[in-house]
């Protein structure tokens, strides 16, 4: 079903819904003197409302309550707290709960960590039903999400009424997690009191990009008057027009790398034999693509939440929840870059350094250099993300005592990045360029005048068009149940099974004859098809020399008149093309599991003791595909495996007193390897002056721990906490990518492969696999304080604090070659040492204002590096958030929020020694509101 047909269904399954519900009350009112057997049942109280709370102290202690009273560690954000959170999105409402750490792209939170374990080690369940959401990105932030992660970007906040995050382990919560495990509600209309509507339109603006987009959210929710039936529709649409710019200079090499330097390279004090050392242990280092890029995004999100909930007796709710979600975009990529120092042949070793300055770690730091190749590039993506979920719940009570629990469900990402077009000019053997990294934001002067139109060419083999459509596919099918009885007062015992069904797909196109085979243009046939880029830089104080403008392609013109469309030597393909076929990937996973568990409080017999002690038996079969070159052939080969596992709980919760409680829990838990990671086949890439190959693993096991978590909470008055909990991970082993560089000769693969790039035999070629390595330790601790100064007098008051703490500490040992022979000891990816958020509050009737902080510590994102680099990693980042509202009445509130208020940078490195990879920035946003109750 295509997008439009899907959206149009949906709006007419909400009409259906809404008729449907009204339907009966307008019966009940035409008809009130006759008793229906629906109004002749008993009349109960409906469910309280977890939903309405009244105000940010009010739903910060109704998420307190659900941590206290659960038998497993659960931090949860309820629905005001969304609402209220100065958040675009979902992942950065979660990163306000302790061990939650985020990641952003383009100023907006996409994936998240949980005590110190990355995305690809995290579950997201929506609605009690696990699900996998994939967006694409810019390369420098990661491309196109391949792996298990949830990109959290496709969703408002304003669609769900309840975060939590499950830390510990139970046996009846499925397996996948090691760090934990992320559950999203959305509203059901039984959890209202009465009929409800809310609607909110807000104005958001970004002081970078200059534009304001519109936000616009609803909620309708209504019932029969006796609580037996009701549905539920929820809206959020968004517009984002940002721009991200900065430095990018696609990681550091070694002087010997590529051929090396002119042997008519000069350095002070250094011979020509240091400057061109093919030893990266002794070598200098210099930056691998010197370069400047903006990206121009707009965004339309588009989602909705819709809930049909029946109950037939007392004994029986039925519910049936449904989420959808369309997240499209464009996004404008125009580059200045160096290319000399990353291209073979006619490119660094034509290159010659005049002058420079080598630190104390051995980077040449400043230079000027001669026949150096520039080039312009311009890139246009149209990205498409849609998400739909439907699943169904039946809660049964069978007698006082026994519950049965029926829940089934089919959730789907479908991905699509329709264009993919790339198009770069070329001013060949430049003179005179500089480049400087004293400082953060480094000079990046070239030695001609970038926006001359006569400065630049488009030749066959130099001058690239890129086309590279691609696709991701997710989907999960869920079938689950449980039986419950509760044996007596302080025993209750549970049972259950469920069975998951995961398939994953994936394809690319890219052209067949080659990216370096153009057209050619002459100088004029050039300057009628190039456009002037111009404004860059503003906010970044970028230092004297480094262009603010320069010439770049003009995609529309290359499009009509160099009919990059329509002429036969840009015709693209698929699996027969060597460069795009690895991306044609495809996996099928079932996992079935069955697990008991038993959940006793032993109040009543003198003991204050609490939890849970279960087991978890599950089985897992796999089967992936992929296509990979065996001599002249390529052929699609195919790989499969099972493998089973059992997965012991235990949560303790014992009351010292009615305020303070200590809580323990052991759990051997299990997350598998990246989809991607487990195809059999295998990737060529050239791009640019990139070389690379990359193939799956099959044969990865899963990543299995052992976890031990003790806390002690302390909760003194009502809405407070003092809590401090230290966890303790063994993990079996890890997936790690082990980068090595081999020359293209080396790799057994036909030199046929290579026509049409500017790649030869001899080039080096970054070989990639993913490997098992032998695992560590992981541990730290969490420091988690929630207070509202109630005791104080006057004014003071209706102040309040949330604030929290978390240290994790993991040195894995990674592998460095293939055959295990070398390693290298380093933290795990992802993974900050320290995290921490602080909000400060104020909240009277009328008015409330609040600042947020969030900070989280550098990590890496590889180990090891490439080209000789230790790792890669980004630097620390500090968010600063902001909101005030005022209530003008009881149903209208206004509203003011500020986001990354100190336009936090993008600040991406690579090796110890800290050398610049990334460093861009996307402004600071600003939404303007109100909300209306009705």
Same mark, same amino acid.
């Given at each position: 079903?295509?997008?439009?047909?899907?959206?149009?269904?949906?709006?007419?399954?909400?009409?259906?819904?809404?008729?449907?519900?009204?339907?009966?009350?307008?019966?009940?009112?035409?008809?009130?003197?006759?008793?229906? $057997?629906?109004?002749?049942?008993?009349?109960?109280?409906?469910?309280?409302?977890?939903?309405?709370?009244?105000?940010?102290?009010?739903?910060?202690?109704?998420?307190?309550?659900?941590?206290?009273?659960?038998?497993?560690?659960?931090?949860?954000?309820?629905?005001?707290?969304?609402?209220?959170?100065?958040?675009?999105?979902?992942?950065?409402?979660?990163? !306000?709960?302790?061990?939650?750490?985020?990641?952003?792209?383009?100023?907006?939170?996409?994936?998240?960590?949980?005590?110190?374990?990355?995305?690809?080690?995290?579950?997201?369940?929506?609605?009690?039903?696990?699900?996998?959401?994939?967006?694409?990105?810019?390369?420098?932030?990661?491309?196109?999400?391949?792996?298990?992660?949830?990109?959290?970007?496709?969703?408002?906040?304003?669609?769900?009424?309840?975060?939590?995050?499950?830390?510990?382990?139970?046996?009846?919560?499925?397996?996948?997690?090691?760090?934990?495990?992320?559950?999203?509600?959305?509203?059901?209309?039984?959890?209202?009191?009465? $009929?409800?509507?809310?609607?909110?339109?807000?104005?958001?603006?970004?002081?970078?990009?200059?534009?304001?987009?519109?936000?616009?959210?609803?909620?309708?929710?209504?019932?029969?008057?006796?609580?037996?039936?009701?549905?539920?529709?929820?809206?959020?649409?968004?517009?984002?027009?940002?721009?991200?710019?900065?430095?990018?200079?696609?990681?550091?090499?070694?002087?010997?790398?590529?051929?090396?330097?002119?042997?008519?390279?000069?350095?002070?004090?250094?011979?020509?034999?240091?400057?061109?050392?093919?030893?990266?242990?002794?070598?200098?280092?210099?930056?691998?693509?010197?370069?400047?890029?903006?990206?121009?995004?707009?965004?339309?999100?588009?989602?909705?939440?819709?809930?049909?909930?029946?109950?037939?007796?007392?004994?029986?709710?039925?519910?049936?929840?449904?989420?959808? &979600?369309?997240?499209?975009?464009?996004?404008?990529?125009?580059?200045?870059?160096?290319?000399?120092?990353?291209?073979?042949?006619?490119?660094?070793?034509?290159?010659?350094?005049?002058?420079?300055?080598?630190?104390?770690?051995?980077?040449?730091?400043?230079?000027?250099?001669?026949?150096?190749?520039?080039?312009?590039?311009?890139?246009?993506?149209?990205?498409?993300?849609?998400?739909?979920?439907?699943?169904?719940?039946?809660?049964?009570?069978?007698?006082?005592?026994?519950?049965?629990?029926?829940?089934?469900?089919?959730?789907?990402?479908?991905? @699509?990045?329709?264009?993919?077009?790339?198009?770069?000019?070329?001013?060949?053997?430049?003179?005179?360029?500089?480049?400087?990294?004293?400082?953060?934001?480094?000079?990046?002067?070239?030695?001609?005048?970038?926006?001359?139109?006569?400065?630049?060419?488009?030749?066959?083999?130099?001058?690239?068009?890129?086309?590279?459509?691609?696709?991701?596919?997710?989907?999960?099918?869920?079938?689950?149940?449980?039986?419950?009885?509760?044996?007596?007062?302080?025993?209750?015992?549970?049972?259950?099974?469920?069975?998951? @069904?995961?398939?994953?797909?994936?394809?690319?196109?890219?052209?067949?004859?080659?990216?370096?085979?153009?057209?050619?243009?002459?100088?004029?046939?050039?300057?009628?098809?190039?456009?002037?880029?111009?404004?860059?830089?503003?906010?970044?104080?970028?230092?004297?020399?480094?262009?603010?403008?320069?010439?770049?392609?003009?995609?529309?013109?290359?499009?009509?008149?160099?009919?990059?469309?329509?002429?036969?030597?840009?015709?693209?393909?698929?699996?027969?093309?060597?460069?795009?076929?690895?991306?044609?990937?495809?996996?099928?996973?079932?996992?079935?599991?069955?697990?008991?568990?038993?959940?006793?409080?032993?109040?009543?017999?003198?003991?204050?003791?609490?939890?849970?002690?279960?087991? !978890?038996?599950?089985?897992?079969?796999?089967?992936?595909?992929?296509?990979?070159?065996?001599?002249?052939?390529?052929?699609?080969?195919?790989?499969?495996?099972?493998?089973?596992?059992?997965?012991?709980?235990?949560?303790?919760?014992?009351?010292?007193?009615?305020?303070?409680?200590?809580?323990?829990?052991?759990?051997?838990?299990?997350?598998?390897?990246?989809?991607? &990671?487990?195809? $059999?086949?295998?990737?060529?890439?050239?791009?640019?002056?990139?070389?690379?190959?990359?193939?799956?693993?099959?044969?990865?096991?899963?990543?299995?721990?052992?976890?031990?978590?003790?806390?002690?909470?302390?909760?003194?008055?009502?809405?407070?906490?003092?809590?401090?909990?230290?966890?303790?991970?063994?993990?079996?082993?890890?997936?790690?990518?082990?980068?090595?560089?081999?020359?293209?000769?080396?790799?057994?693969?036909?030199?046929?492969?290579?026509?049409?790039?500017?790649?030869?035999?001899?080039?080096?070629?970054?070989?990639?696999?993913?490997?098992?390595?032998?695992?560590?330790?992981?541990?730290?601790?969490?420091?988690?304080?929630?207070?509202?100064?109630?005791?104080?007098?006057?004014?003071?008051?209706?102040?309040?604090?949330?604030?929290?703490?978390?240290?994790?500490?993991?040195?894995?040992?990674?592998?460095?070659?293939?055959?295990?022979?070398?390693?290298?000891?380093?933290?795990?990816?992802?993974?900050?040492?320290?995290?921490?958020?602080?909000?400060?509050?104020?909240?009277?009737?009328?008015?409330?204002?609040?600042?947020?902080?969030?900070?989280?510590?550098?990590?890496?994102?590889?180990?090891?590096?490439?080209?000789?680099?230790?790792?890669?990693?980004?630097?620390?980042?500090?968010?600063?958030?902001?909101?005030?509202?005022?209530?003008?009445?009881? @149903?209208? @509130?206004?509203?003011?929020?500020?986001?990354?208020?100190?336009?936090?940078?993008?600040?991406?490195?690579?090796?110890?020694?800290?050398?610049?990879?990334?460093?861009?920035?996307?402004?600071?946003?600003?939404?303007?509101?109100?909300?209306?109750?009705?």
């Amino acid at each position: 079903m295509n997008a439009t047909r899907r959206t149009k269904a949906i709006l007419s399954l909400s009409s259906a819904i809404a008729t449907i519900a009204l339907a009966p009350m307008a019966l009940a009112q035409s008809d009130a003197g006759t008793a229906s $057997p629906a109004t002749a049942l008993p009349q109960e109280e409906p469910a309280a409302a977890d939903i309405v709370v009244t105000g940010f102290r009010a739903s910060l202690n109704s998420a307190l309550n659900i941590k206290r009273n659960e038998t497993a560690s659960v931090d949860a954000i309820k629905a005001e707290d969304i609402a209220e959170f100065p958040d675009l999105n979902l992942a950065e409402s979660l990163q !306000r709960i302790p061990g939650v750490a985020i990641s952003r792209v383009n100023g907006e939170g996409r994936n998240v960590t949980v005590r110190g374990l990355g995305p690809e080690y995290t579950r997201v369940r929506i609605n009690g039903m696990e699900a996998i959401g994939t967006t694409g990105g810019t390369d420098n932030s990661g491309g196109v999400n391949r792996g298990r992660g949830f990109d959290f970007n496709i969703f408002s906040s304003d669609l769900f009424s309840n975060l939590s995050v499950r830390k510990t382990a139970t046996a009846d919560v499925e397996e996948g997690s090691l760090g934990g495990v992320v559950d999203l509600q959305t509203a059901r209309p039984l959890d209202y009191k009465k $009929p409800t509507a809310v609607l909110s339109a807000a104005a958001s603006y970004n002081d970078l990009s200059g534009k304001t987009t519109p936000r616009l959210s609803g909620l309708v929710a209504t019932q029969t008057d006796d609580g037996r039936f009701g549905v539920l529709l929820s809206v959020a649409y968004e517009e984002r027009k940002i721009v991200e710019e900065g430095a990018n200079i696609t990681r550091w090499t070694y002087g010997g790398f590529n051929g090396g330097f002119a042997p008519t390279s000069t350095l002070p004090g250094k011979t020509i034999a240091q400057i061109n050392d093919a030893n990266p242990g002794t070598a200098l280092f210099h930056p691998r693509i010197p370069g400047l890029v903006s990206y121009d995004i707009a965004q339309k999100r588009l989602g909705a939440a819709a809930s049909v909930q029946f109950k037939p007796t007392d004994r029986t709710t039925i519910s049936i929840d449904s989420l959808f &979600s369309r997240l499209d975009g464009t996004r404008k990529e125009a580059q200045l870059q160096a290319i000399s120092f990353s291209r073979s042949g006619s490119g660094k070793p034509q290159t010659v350094i005049r002058d420079g300055t080598v630190d104390g770690d051995n980077n040449i730091i400043t230079g000027t250099f001669d026949n150096v190749d520039m080039r312009s590039q311009a890139r246009y993506d149209v990205l498409k993300t849609e998400f739909y979920q439907v699943n169904g719940t039946i809660d049964q009570q069978l007698g006082d005592r026994v519950k049965i629990n029926i829940m089934g469900g089919h959730a789907k990402s479908e991905f @699509k990045n329709p264009i993919q077009t790339t198009v770069t000019i070329d001013a060949v053997n430049t003179g005179n360029f500089q480049y400087d990294f004293t400082s953060r934001f480094p000079t990046i002067a070239p030695g001609v005048d970038v926006a001359n139109p006569a400065t630049w060419s488009f030749v066959n083999g130099t001058s690239e068009v890129r086309i590279r459509p691609q696709t991701v596919d997710n989907a999960f099918t869920t079938a689950k149940g449980f039986v419950e009885w509760e044996a007596n007062d302080m025993v209750t015992l549970k049972a259950g099974a469920d069975w998951r @069904k995961f398939e994953y797909d994936s394809t690319e196109r890219r052209r067949l004859s080659g990216e370096t085979v153009v057209a050619p243009l002459t100088a004029a046939e050039l300057a009628s098809m190039t456009t002037l880029f111009d404004g860059f830089g503003k906010g970044l104080n970028i230092p004297t020399g480094t262009p603010t403008a320069w010439i770049i392609p003009n995609l529309a013109a290359f499009i009509s008149q160099g009919n990059i469309y329509g002429n036969p030597i840009y015709a693209t393909g698929g699996v027969e093309n060597a460069t795009a076929r690895g991306s044609y990937v495809t996996v099928k996973e079932e996992d079935l599991g069955i697990w008991g568990m038993t959940q006793f409080n032993l109040a009543d017999a003198g003991l204050p003791i609490r939890g849970d002690l279960g087991i !978890r038996y599950v089985k897992t079969d796999q089967f992936s595909t992929g296509y990979a070159s065996r001599g002249t052939a390529t052929n699609l080969v195919s790989a499969d495996r099972t493998y089973k596992r059992w997965l012991p709980s235990i949560n303790l919760v014992g009351n010292i007193t009615d305020d303070l409680q200590v809580r323990f829990a052991a759990a051997k838990t299990l997350a598998r390897a990246g989809i991607s &990671s487990l195809t $059999p086949g295998g990737n060529l890439n050239v791009s640019g002056g990139n070389r690379s190959f990359s193939s799956g693993n099959p044969d990865l096991k899963p990543t299995s721990s052992k976890n031990l978590d003790v806390s002690i909470e302390w909760y003194p008055t009502q809405g407070a906490i003092y809590a401090l909990a230290a966890f303790r991970k063994d993990i079996g082993t890890f997936v790690q990518t082990l980068s090595v560089g081999v020359p293209y000769a080396s790799l057994g693969l036909p030199n046929s492969l290579l026509d049409g790039t500017t790649a030869s035999p001899t080039d080096v070629f970054i070989v990639s696999q993913p490997v098992n390595s032998s695992g560590g330790i992981l541990k730290g601790f969490e420091v988690n304080i929630q207070q509202p100064f109630s005791f104080l007098p006057g004014i003071l008051s209706n102040f309040g604090v949330l604030a929290n703490y978390t240290f994790v500490k993991s040195d894995i040992e990674y592998l460095t070659a293939a055959n295990g022979s070398t390693s290298v000891t380093a933290p795990l990816v992802g993974l900050s040492r320290h995290a921490a958020n602080a909000t400060l509050y104020y909240e009277t009737k009328k008015f409330q204002i609040r600042g947020s902080v969030a900070y989280r510590s550098k990590y890496l994102t590889a180990v090891p590096g490439t080209e000789g680099n230790a790792y890669n990693g980004t630097n620390r980042t500090i968010n600063v958030d902001a909101q005030a509202s005022y209530n003008i009445t009881e @149903k209208m @509130k206004l509203s003011i929020e500020a986001i990354n208020l100190t336009d936090t940078k993008n600040d991406q490195f690579v090796d110890e020694t800290n050398r610049l990879n990334v460093l861009t920035h996307s402004g600071r946003q600003f939404n303007f509101g109100m909300r209306y109750a009705f």
